[in-house]
T-cell receptor
Framework: NAGVTQTPKFQVLKTGQSMTLQCAQDMNHNSMYWYRQDPGMGLRLIYYSASEGTTDKGEVPNGYNVSRLNKREFSLRLESAAPSQTSVYFC??????????????FGAGTRLSVL | EDQVTQSPEALRLQEGESSSLNCSYTVSGLRGLFWYRQDPGKGPEFLFTLYSAGEEKEKERLKATLTKKESFLHITAPKPEDSATYLCAVRARGNNDMRFGAGTRLTVKP
């Protein structure tokens, strides 16, 4: 069982370049999330999708866009990358049924550097 | 605003030396407090969920407890393989997301 898969694992961009981070889950979860993790600041929510067809802003959405392509896939796009977006990005998913208890399961992360 | 504060930031223990990690939180209507373990270069891995004050959960050398204001992660007789960053997160009533603390980086020396 793959769980949550993120691609790419590493990326280096120049300021102003664009890119899309991909995330796919095979657990039939309804909800998906994008976080960024910076030293000393913990995980901060960028965007989330409670179900297919819906997306909502999190704590730090500026400079990002998301697309819930289908139930399995949730992508994060940086239209014009800035050095402040250098971070480690994590995708997560969770189910809504009582058994799943809203536990979020995380991918291995994408390490992004913007020069 | 929901807040989560973890202490200490870093903790170094000798193998077998028991200790506790703290997670203090302020949230309007707790819907769950979550503990995760994160190894270097990897994503967080779920450990426990606690829902109400007085609740306790155990897994091997780890035991999580919850009060109305804080949670503790007790580590009994730790081993070097317990070295990791431990993250605490809370979910508030009416919210679909979680608020994370900055984590405690635990190092266990043999």
């Amino acid at each position: 069982n793959a769980g949550v898969t993120q691609t790419p694992k590493f990326q280096v961009l120049k300021t102003g370049q664009s890119m899309t981070l991909q995330c796919a889950q095979d657990m039939n979860h309804n909800s998906m999330y994008w976080y960024r993790q910076d030293p000393g600041m913990g995980l901060r929510l960028i965007y989330y999708s409670a179900s297919e067809g819906t997306t909502d802003k999190g704590e730090v959405p500026n400079g990002y866009n998301v697309s819930r392509l289908n139930k399995r896939e949730f992508s994060l796009r940086l239209e014009s990358a800035a050095p402040s977006q250098t971070s480690v990005y994590f995708c997560a998913s969770s189910g809504l049924d009582r058994a799943a208890k809203n536990i979020q399961y995380f991918g291995a992360g994408t390490r992004l550097s913007v020069l | 605003e929901d807040q989560v504060t973890q202490s200490p930031e870093a903790l170094r223990l000798q193998e077998g030396e028991s200790s506790s990690l703290n997670c203090s939180y302020t949230v309007s209507g707790l819907r769950g407090l979550f503990w995760y373990r994160q190894d270097p270069g990897k994503g967080p891995e779920f450990l426990f969920t606690l829902y109400s004050a007085g609740e306790e959960k155990e897994k091997e050398r780890l035991k999580a407890t919850l009060t109305k204001k804080e949670s503790f992660l007790h580590i009994t007789a730790p081993k070097p393989e317990d070295s990791a960053t431990y993250l605490c997160a809370v979910r508030a009533r009416g919210n679909n997301d979680m608020r994370f603390g900055a984590g405690t980086r635990l190092t266990v020396k043999p």
